[in-house]
C-alpha cells in the first residue's frame, strides 16, 4: 500500500478525510499536520512498515491520555479513532500499518527562548510530570509497561557491548574509563534503590527541542522515548543540555530549580547525586554517535566527544 492509498484511509478512520494534510517529517515516523475548516489542528503519526511492536505505541498512547487527563502539563493528547481505539491498525502487504492522531500542540522550541522565566516553567512542567508519574502504576518487574524501554542498571549493563565492539577505534584508555563509569555507575543505581519517590515512568529526552513555548506557557512533546527510570536522569538529560552555554548555566540552572520545588521537593540534595546520571546520558550519547547508521550523526557530533568522555572522566571516582 503506497502513502498515497494510506493517507485518506487512516484520516477517515477519524472522520478527517476533508481536511488539509501538511507532510512534516518523513525520516522514520511520517507525520503530518492536519488542518479542518475550522482551523482546528492535529498532528498524525503514520509508524514505518518496519515497525511492529504495538505494544510499545500502545503504552505511550495510554501514558499520554493519562498526563493529558491530570490537566497539569501540557501534552499531545492522544485521539480516538471512530471505534474508541488509541492506535488505529490497517493492514498491508507488509503487515499491520500502525497510525495515531494528536492535538496539535503551538508554541517554539524552548531553546530559542530560554529566559529566567521560561526556565522556571520548564522546571514546574518536569516537576509536575514527576508527580503525575508517582499516582500511575510503579513501574515494578511483574508489570509490563514500557518493560523495553529502560534508563536503569540494565541500560547500563548493554553499553559494555557497543563498547567491546568499537574498542579499537576509541582507545584502550579510554574503554577502561567507559567499563569504569558503567560500573560506578551501576552501583549509584543499586545503592539509591528504587522506589516510588525516586523511580518511575520517565521522558527520558527532555532536550529543549521536546519543550514548546506558547504565551509563557510550557508544553512537554516527543514521548518515544518514554520508559522506567530514576527522576535524576530525566534532570541529568536536561542538565546535560544546559552545559552547552557555560556562560547561562549558573542562572538557568538555578531558575530550573525554583520552577521545580514550586510543584515538589528536588529529588536530590547534593548536586553531586546527578553525577551518575549525567554519566549515564553521556553513555547514551556515545552510544548513539558510535552506532548510529545515518553517517551524517557522526559528522555533526563527533566534535563532541572529547568534551564527553572529559565529562565523564571528572565525576568517576578514582581512588
Known amino acids: 500500500m503506497n502513502e498515497a492509498d494510506l493517507l485518506p484511509r487512516v484520516l477517515e478512520r477519524y472522520s478527517l478525510a476533508e481536511a488539509r494534510t501538511e507532510l512534516l517529517q518523513s525520516l522514520g515516523n511520517h507525520i503530518y499536520r492536519v488542518e479542518v475548516r475550522t482551523g482546528r489542528r492535529f498532528s498524525l503519526r503514520i509508524c514505518p512498515a518496519t515497525f511492529q511492536n504495538r505494544q510499545w505505541l500502545e503504552d505511550e498512547l495510554v501514558w499520554l491520555e493519562f498526563v493529558a487527563g491530570q490537566n497539569q502539563v501540557r501534552v499531545p493528547?492522544?485521539?480516538r479513532n471512530r471505534q474508541g481505539e488509541l492506535l488505529t491498525v490497517t493492514p498491508a502487504a507488509t503487515g499491520e500499518l500502525f497510525s495515531c492522531v494528536f492535538e496539535w500542540v503551538e508554541g517554539q522550541e524552548a531553546?530559542?527562548?530560554l529566559t529566567g522565566p521560561v526556565m522556571r516553567e520548564i522546571g514546574c512542567t518536569v516537576a509536575a510530570l514527576h508527580q503525575i508519574a508517582k499516582t500511575f502504576a510503579f513501574p515494578a518487574k511483574e508489570n509490563k509497561f514500557r518493560d523495553d524501554y529502560r534508563y536503569d542498571q540494565t541500560l547500563l549493563e548493554q553499553h559494555r557491548g557497543w563498547i567491546e565492539l568499537h574498542q579499537a577505534e576509541i582507545s584502550p584508555e579510554k574503554v577502561n574509563l567507559l567499563y569504569m563509569a558503567i560500573e560506578q555507575g551501576i552501583e549509584a543505581m543499586e545503592r539509591i534503590g528504587e522506589k516510588p519517590d525516586n523511580f518511575g515512568f520517565i521522558h527520558a529526552d527532555l532536550h529543549f527541542g521536546n519543550f514548546l513555548v506558547q504565551d509563557g506557557r510550557v508544553s512537554v512533546i516527543d514521548f518515544d522515548q518514554l520508559g522506567r527510570g530514576h527522576y535524576l536522569y530525566d534532570i541529568a538529560v536536561l542538565m546535560v543540555e544546559l552545559f552547552d552555554q557555560p556562560a547561562q548555566f549558573p542562572a538557568r540552572w538555578q531558575s530550573f530549580k525554583e520552577g521545580y520545588q514550586a510543584v515538589a521537593p528536588l529529588p536530590f540534595q547534593a548536586e553531586s547525586e546527578l553525577d551518575p546520571f549525567i554519566v549515564a546520558v553521556h553513555l547514551a550519547f556515545l552510544?548513539?554517535?558510535?552506532?548510529?547508521?545515518?553517517?551524517?550523526?557522526?559528522?555533526?557530533?563527533?566534535?563532541?566527544?572529547?568534551?564527553?568522555?572529559?565529562?565523564?572522566?571528572?565525576?568517576?571516582?578514582?581512588?
Open 287 to 319: 552510544d548513539w554517535v558510535y552506532n548510529a547508521p545515518n553517517p551524517a550523526v557522526r559528522q555533526e557530533k563527533m566534535h563532541l566527544v572529547p568534551a564527553v568522555y572529559e565529562s565523564i572522566r571528572r565525576r568517576l571516582r578514582t581512588g
Open 77 to 79: 493528547r492522544p485521539v
Open 111 to 113: 531553546k530559542k527562548a
